[in-house]
């Protein structure tokens, strides 16, 4: 089995690719040689490429990223309205270039934990197939503790490692907003001190917008 994280969402559109980035350039930074898989993508290849750059573009952008379809919807219909399908075997074994010459593999999925790969394979089943704990991203807004707290307990009652929380911020927020317990920057602080302690000894933490790095920072990858 190779050692890595498999990084996954509550939801798409959560920050996941932003808080695989981050993870791979301080793995990066410390040496690691790290490899990076997004087993499979549509609408584009951008996560791909973000993180392929991010690692020092190791191997090819197509061993990052093997299926690639062109609608931005669930890989399954992307697939059908292509005329294809998602070849499941090839999720897992194109993990395989990652095994050798790394010390550790960075995997993105797609979507959130339950969302579907291929026909039958969700995010949950392939994690599960490739031995990796995740680490489990969520928008750092409103709701961010319900999301987190329902996809982790789902997580582990699959019977899955979670080795990290982070909350991502998919936008810009206006940190001069410390005193109202509304504004956004407040809401992201406190859900994210309310999700460590009810999560610890778990490390929950938070990327700021456009931050190159989570605070606080933990090494996932042991
Ligand atoms: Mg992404």
Redesign the pocket.
Known sequence: MARGIFVTGTDTDVG??AV?VALVRRLVAAGVRVGVY?PVATGNAA?AAALWEAAGRPLTLDQVCPQVFPAAISPPRSAAAAGTEVDAALLSRGLEPWTRGFDAVVV?G?GGLFSPLADGVSNADLAGMLGLPLVVVDAARLGAIGRTLATVTAARARGLAVAAVVLSQTTWLDEKAHADPASPWRIAHDSRADLAAALAPLPVGMLAHRAGAIEPPFDVVR
């Open positions: 996941k690719t695989a997004k996560d993105e797609a």
